[in-house]
């Protein structure tokens, strides 16, 4: 890694699909790059009291939806890595919100390592209707997070570390390029 930071991004949100490792190499990209962390549930969780499958069961996954959007909006981050909440692309305003101050990162990983990945859908928290399989959710969040990343990084196949290193080498590439 180099120690060129003249052009490096106040933020880096991670996005994507429950189960493509956002809070685990969040946490690791933190360190490496000397940021804070910030994993947008926990906040959720802290603000509301409550597990996001307690906000689920309580008020419906819309609700969530919401809670999401606004708990994103009331924070201010700065040389921090966040780690967002799978649905967080259902809120322009609040992808705007975070990708005013550095890029979103997709952390792309395909549907059967997801699948893999996630045995605990109904007590995951995760925003989705009861209908809704985790294929469903995947197949209708795929184009989203394309839409709103600014960087696509493959997640799959290799270890955590493998990951992170992609994050800052893309990280790099792009700011490079300024």
Known sequence: MSNNHDHRPSTISLIGMPGAGKSTVGVLLAKALGFDFVDTDLLIQSTEAATLQQIINREGYLALRAIEERVILAHRFSNTVISTGGSVVYSKAAMLHIKSTGPAMFLDVPFQEIRSRVNNLDD?????????????????????????????????GGTIEDTVAAVIDALAAVGSSD
């Open 124 to 156: 995951r928290g995760i925003a989705r209707s009861e209908s809704q399989t985790l294929e469903d959710v995947f197949h209708e969040r795929q184009p989203l997070y394309k839409i709103y990343a600014d960087i696509t990084v493959p997640a799959s």
